[in-house]
Nanobody, 128 residues
Framework: QVQLVESGGGLVQAGGSLSLSCAASGRTFSTYTMTWFRQVTGKEREFVAGISWNGGSTRYADSVKGRFTISRDNAKNTVYLQMNSLKPEDTAVYYC?????????????????????WGQGTQVTVSS
């Protein structure tokens, strides 16, 4: 069983930056596609950004493209989300997720049902 633990959330003013981290347990992190989703209360969880097992492919939601950057360090079993130029509409609980079949995929999937493991989430609040 893989455990994912997010950190780095908090309160920031619009235009500011935050960096999220997701640390994974286990020996097979380097084979997983890793993704960030976010959810606002009362709304569906939505894809934000994802990165392939070797970091060679990334994918972003249109709403964050050019502002957010996803990266990973397989030696540290950690995936990161650098969020710049934050907007109030970025306010949500951010979750990291892992796809254990990532080593067999050439692209980053965005469907929530693809992902096998989830973190507990970290709150990001952007004030106007």
């Amino acid at each position: 069983q893989v455990q994912l633990v997010e950190s780095g959330g908090g309160l920031v003013q619009a235009g500011g930056s935050l960096s999220l981290s997701c640390a994974a347990s286990g020996r097979t992190f380097s084979t997983y596609t890793m993704t960030w989703f976010r959810q606002v209360t009362g709304k569906e969880r939505e894809f934000v950004a994802g990165i392939s097992w070797n970091g060679g492919s990334t994918r972003y939601a249109d709403s964050v493209k050019g502002r957010f950057t996803i990266s990973r360090d397989n030696a540290k079993n950690t995936v990161y989300l650098q969020m710049n130029s934050l907007k109030p509409e970025d306010t949500a609980v951010y979750y990291c997720a892992a796809d254990k079949r990532g080593g067999f995929r050439s692209a980053v999937p965005t469907g929530i049902n693809v992902y096998d493991y989830w973190g507990q989430g970290t709150q990001v609040t952007v004030s106007s």
